[in-house]
């Protein structure tokens, strides 16, 4: 079947899929981004909150952890998606035409700029929860020290 494809149908399908694994990468990182800025602001309120020790704690632990296992979950599906943009990347380039078309992604150092831009913002996340919850240990600490 996919023999059967002019050139022209061919670019319009791969370039069609490249498309939509763009989208699904910004829709990834937007709706990951979101639910940090959720985890952030609910971890300002927790550690401000004058409630029982035992819940405050809790939460304060609680939410750095679901942050990192957050960030994990938005950087795999960031990976999966570029990898797919890799494959699609290697498909076309191995169509004997695919210099007669126009290219529908960038040349590989400009993609990796681009690439590294997401990864790097959501390893940071991952970081800056890490040390949230090193933050709320050692909150715990003093507090079962006095």
Known sequence: MV???TPKEMFEIVSLQME???NLSHKRMTWL???QGFLFTAFSIAIRSPTDPILKYSVLVMIPIAGVR???LGLGGLVASQKMRDDLKQFWE???YW????RFY????VSTQGRS???GIVRIIRVIWIVFLAIAICQIAISLAT
């Open 70 to 72: 957050v960030a994990n």
């Open 99 to 102: 210099l007669q078309l126009p």
């Open 106 to 109: 960038s040349e590989p150092n």
């Open 33 to 35: 981004l979101t639910f």
């Open 94 to 96: 191995k169509q004997p």
């Open 20 to 22: 939509r694994e763009v």
């Open 3 to 5: 023999n059967d494809l």
């Open 117 to 119: 831009t997401s990864l």
